[in-house]
């Protein structure tokens, strides 16, 4: 899990567990930051008021008020009131939005317009208040190793979050968080041998470029670039050792654009062209 520099320097940045990470931040002046989050965010306002912007997409969270927001490129305005801006960051994998999902047993019907849009925000109530006082208490002990502590108590925070006014809504915004990287997956394997074109890739999956290209290195390890290309290879591999068709139709089979494109990059992966492959399985 990666935390962001700029929302956390110079601060304790506490790792409950490999999935989720929590910090309390604070700003004694205004300020503006642009920051890569590459975790779901969940922001607890305790003072001041948070301006988020992400492309078209704006929101102001308040004190007294939750903004939970996808992984993305953001732009975070800190406000004050009272001479301070205090708020809580819960940094959760989706791993763990998925487990948070079944921490609840309502069911409800999937909205795919919300995975269009990356945050969700709402009040939290008294009960709400009163854990995340608790979650800040802790952070602020430095004596104390408090992390099996906090895990339940975030836990307990995400419970009151899920059987809130809200929870249908908030349910909504984790399945989104959680299809968008099934759909991800499920659209490279089935269509990677069509793939010339991030953008149009991105598009189809309603996501911008820069948002593809993030979930899809977050989910694979590896650019879009070489994996697309590493499965066209794969492919290759397998027709030329189990069928007599020639290079050509292999190459177009497997989606390069070219037998000259094809050459180089077997050749690159393998030593060897794909004739010189061919001629070695045949002996």
């Known amino acids: 899990m990666v935390v962001p520099y700029d929302l956390t320097d110079e601060m304790k940045v506490c790792k ?8 309390r931040y604070v700003e004694n002046a205004p300020s503006k930051i642009q920051t890569d989050v590459r975790e779901n965010l ?36 800190q406000i004050l ?12 994998s989706d791993e763990y939005m998925t487990e948070v999902r079944n921490m609840i047993k309502t069911e ?36 104390q190793n408090y992390e099996e502590i906090l895990n339940l108590k975030i836990k307990e925070l995400l419970l009151y979050l899920l059987n809130g006014s809200s929870s249908e809504q908030i349910l909504n915004f984790i399945y989104s968080c959680i299809y968008e990287v099934d759909d991800l997956r499920q659209y490279m394997e089935q269509n990677y041998e069509l793939c010339k074109d991030i953008s149009s890739i991105a598009n189809d999956l309603n996501m911008s470029t820069s948002t593809f290209k993030r979930k899809f290195v977050y989910t694979y390890g590896e650019t879009p670039g070489k994996w697309i290309t590493h499965k066209k290879l794969e492919k290759s591999i397998k027709l030329l050792n ?6 050509t139709d292999i190459c177009f089979l497997c989606g390069f654009e070219s037998v000259s494109t094809f050459n180089v990059q077997f050749k690159k992966n393998f030593g060897m062209t794909p004739s010189q492959f061919s001629k070695q399985v045949r002996k």
């Open 242 to 247: 189990t069928t007599d068709y020639l290079i």
């Open 42 to 77: 969940l922001v607890i306002v305790m003072s001041g008021r948070k301006k988020v912007f992400c492309g078209d997409y704006a929101a102001v969270v308040s004190k007294g008020e939750f903004g939970f927001f996808k992984k993305g490129n953001y732009i975070m305005n």
């Open 108 to 143: 409800v019907v999937y909205d795919i317009g919300s995975r269009k849009v990356p945050y969700i925000q709402g009040c939290i109530g008294e009960s709400m208040y009163h854990e995340v006082k608790q979650i800040l208490r802790l952070l602020n002990d430095d004596n």
């Open 16 to 23: 409950v567990n490999s999935n989720i990470h929590v910090t």
């Open 81 to 92: 009131t009272d001479d301070i801006y205090e708020s809580l960051l819960i940094f959760i």
